[in-house]
């Protein structure tokens, strides 16, 4: 007989939906979704600044038992990202498991009382759980830097994850702080449309070109005709991301990061005329150490007559702009922070806490590690999609969730069919995981000299998976089950 289980997701993002599709595909109906703002989508709920699109291509960054033949274009904006969510959550009725307003604030395991975690919520309300999937991905905790004189700056300021769209732009002069995926994407949108653009850079970032081929009517309705077609498209899409991106990372010897290299050196050389600018844009480590920048049209923004690049460190904000540390003022109406997100705390701040007593943030002290990047010692019944390890800076996340998920489901249906009461890596087996992550990152890209969420940790673990791509889905395969402690 199967043991019922009750499943708490935690977010209603892109994997909190793929969590609860596959729950109940598997026979878990059960299953809760707790989301602390008022709607779904995750990143693409958050974000909604001009020029947003994501940086995979469109037809990968779909679920695969989801093909959506309408995309418009190959890098396809945030607002369809969006959509293409909203409509697979209701097309596979998750939208009904999901309440929204309930942010978790604490989770304790319990056991063996009566469902093992209880959940408790903002409101002070209490709920139980056999087990939570923590969905609360990555790029969700916007980090905002302390900048002297903030509260005096006389103009509008926000983080580009909580876009003002009542704040007027065109016409206006615009200060961009930050240079990664982001602030290229607004540079781009943008200079247009303002009087004046300022970018303030601190690190400059290496930009992979990227042409956005947008799919006409045609296209699209073959598509939908065939589906054939558009799996063909996603397995050939999929084997270049993986032979020209994902395995080039993890070896910074390979001629295939070398093509890279060339290929961003060469777009800087020649998208750039002016030599002074050009050499202010050119990073001083190697391509890929950061997560690369994809897109067109930044360089072209950027060389606009009302376009800036300002490279000397922020000293302050003033009622009227920005000074920066060579006393110059840049006279802004509008900052933006494009200071990307606090990548390393999943879940957290949500106290989480262990069948010991521990408290996940204290096991983790500010470098967080996972068994297989799902599982964490101690913590039974806890399982994370996209979490520390997982290869977000060389494959795309919908499909590194759905290895994740597969291997989730597997653990689970043990719980079931055995009647037990938990299950969690051992700290053994953690340890050993660890140690073969850290030798296989000694070779990647991310270990050549630069700061970054990519880059390893203060402890030297590798922030990202450091190995090829067919080993992480080898990982995804099979769980070996006696690298779990079992709880009776």
Same mark, same amino acid.
């Given at each position: 007989?199967?043991?019922?289980l009750?499943?708490?997701?935690?977010g209603?993002?892109m994997?909190?939906?793929?969590?609860?599709?596959?729950?109940?595909e598997?026979?878990?109906?059960?299953?809760?979704i707790y989301?602390?703002?008022?709607?779904?989508?995750?990143?693409w709920? +958050?974000?909604t600044?001009p020029?947003?699109?994501?940086d995979v291509?469109?037809?990968?960054?779909?679920?695969s038992?989801?093909?959506? #033949?309408?995309?418009?274009?190959?890098y396809s904006?945030?607002?369809?990202?969006?959509?293409y969510?909203?409509?697979?959550?209701?097309?596979?009725?998750v939208? !009904?498991l999901i309440e929204?307003?309930?942010?978790?604030?604490?989770l304790?395991?319990?056991?063996?009382s009566d469902?093992?975690w209880?959940?408790?919520l903002?409101?002070?309300?209490?709920?139980?759980?056999d087990?939570?999937?923590?969905?609360t991905g990555?790029?969700h905790?916007?980090?905002v830097?302390s900048l002297?004189?903030?509260e005096?700056?006389?103009?509008a300021?926000?983080?580009?994850a909580?876009?003002?769209h009542?704040v #007027?732009?065109?016409g206006?002069r615009?200060?961009i702080i930050?240079? @990664?995926?982001t602030?290229?994407?607004?540079?781009?949108?943008?200079?247009?449309?303002?009087?004046?653009?300022?970018?303030?850079?601190?690190?400059?970032?290496?930009v992979?070109?990227? %042409?956005?081929k947008?799919?006409?009517?045609?296209?699209?309705?073959?598509?939908?005709?065939? #589906?054939?077609?558009?799996?063909?498209?996603?397995?050939?899409?999929?084997?270049?991301?993986?032979a020209?991106l994902a395995?080039?990372?993890?070896?910074?010897d390979?001629? !295939?990061?070398? /093509?890279?290299?060339?290929?961003c050196?060469?777009?800087?050389?020649?998208?750039? =005329?002016?030599? +002074?600018?050009r050499?202010?844009l050119r990073?001083?480590?190697? !391509?890929?150490?950061?997560?690369l920048?994809? @897109?067109?049209?930044?360089?072209e923004?950027?060389?606009?007559?009302?376009?800036?690049?300002?490279?000397?460190?922020i000293?302050?904000?003033v009622?009227?702009? /920005?000074?920066?540390?060579?006393?110059?003022?840049h006279g802004?109406?509008v900052v933006?922070?494009a200071?990307?997100?606090r990548t390393r +705390?999943?879940?957290?701040?949500?106290?989480?806490?262990?069948?010991?007593?521990?408290?996940l943030?204290?096991?983790?002290?500010?470098s967080?590690?996972?068994?297989?990047?799902v599982s964490?010692?101690?913590f039974?019944?806890?399982?994370?999609?996209?979490?520390p390890?997982?290869?977000?800076?060389?494959?795309?996340?919908?499909?590194?969730?759905?290895l994740?998920?597969?291997?989730?489901?597997?653990?689970?249906?043990r719980?079931?069919?055995?009647?037990?009461v938990g299950?969690?890596a051992?700290?053994?087996a953690? =340890?050993?995981?660890n140690?073969?992550l850290l030798?296989g990152?000694? %070779? =990647?890209?991310?270990a050549?000299?630069?700061?970054g969420?990519?880059a390893? +940790?203060?402890?030297g673990?590798?922030?990202?998976?450091?190995?090829?791509?067919?080993?992480f889905?080898?990982?995804?395969?099979?769980?070996?089950?006696?690298?779990?402690e079992?709880?009776?």
């Amino acid at each position: 007989m199967l043991r019922d289980l009750h499943v708490a997701i935690i977010g209603a993002g892109m994997s909190g939906i793929l969590a609860a599709i596959k729950l109940r595909e598997a026979g878990i109906a059960d299953v809760r979704i707790y989301e602390k703002a008022d709607a779904l989508g995750g990143t693409w709920r +958050d974000n909604t600044y001009p020029g947003l699109a994501c940086d995979v291509p469109s037809h990968l960054y779909t679920y695969s038992f989801a093909p959506n #033949p309408d995309w418009s274009q190959r890098y396809s904006p945030g607002v369809e990202i969006r959509a293409y969510l909203e409509r697979t959550a209701q097309d596979y009725g998750v939208d !009904a498991l999901i309440e929204y307003g309930a942010e978790v604030t604490h989770l304790a395991w319990e056991a063996p009382s009566d469902r093992g975690w209880r959940i408790t919520l903002a409101s002070g309300r209490e709920e139980r759980a056999d087990c939570v999937i923590a969905a609360t991905g990555f790029l969700h905790h916007p980090n905002v830097p302390s900048l002297e004189g903030a509260e005096t700056f006389a103009g509008a300021m926000f983080h580009s994850a909580r876009w003002d769209h009542g704040v #007027p732009l065109d016409g206006a002069r615009v200060g961009i702080i930050g240079t @990664g995926s982001t602030a290229v994407q607004l540079v781009t949108a943008l200079s247009e449309r303002v009087a004046a653009l300022s970018l303030f850079q601190r690190t400059a970032q290496w930009v992979l070109p990227g %042409k956005n081929k947008r799919y006409s009517q045609a296209e699209r309705d073959g598509f939908r005709r065939d #589906p054939s077609a558009l799996a063909t498209l996603r397995g050939q899409l999929e084997a270049n991301w993986v032979a020209n991106l994902a395995d080039a990372l993890s070896d910074a010897d390979s001629e !295939a990061m070398a /093509v890279i290299e060339q290929t961003c050196l060469e777009h800087l050389e020649n998208a750039v =005329t002016d030599e +002074d600018l050009r050499a202010r844009l050119r990073p001083s480590y190697r !391509a890929g150490c950061k997560r690369l920048v994809v @897109g067109e049209g930044f360089y072209e923004a950027l060389q606009r007559p009302n376009a800036r690049l300002v490279t000397a460190g922020i000293d302050r904000l003033v009622p009227d702009g /920005v000074v920066t540390a060579d006393g110059e003022l840049h006279g802004l109406d509008v900052v933006v922070l494009a200071t990307g997100f606090r990548t390393r +705390d999943y879940i957290l701040p949500t106290l989480v806490r262990g069948s010991a007593g521990s408290l996940l943030s204290d096991v983790w002290a500010g470098s967080p590690h996972a068994y297989q990047t799902v599982s964490v010692p101690g913590f039974p019944n806890f399982f994370m999609l996209v979490g520390p390890h997982s290869p977000v800076g060389n494959f795309p996340v919908i499909s590194i969730a759905e290895l994740q998920m597969d291997y989730i489901l597997q653990l689970l249906e043990r719980l079931r069919t055995e009647s037990l009461v938990g299950l969690s890596a051992t700290s053994a087996a953690t =340890t050993h995981f660890n140690e073969v992550l850290l030798e296989g990152a000694r %070779k =990647t890209i991310w270990a050549t000299g630069c700061q970054g969420w990519t880059a390893q +940790d203060e402890l030297g673990r590798p922030a990202v998976w450091p190995l090829s791509i067919d080993r992480f889905r080898e990982a995804m395969q099979v769980p070996r089950f006696e690298d779990f402690e079992v709880l009776r």
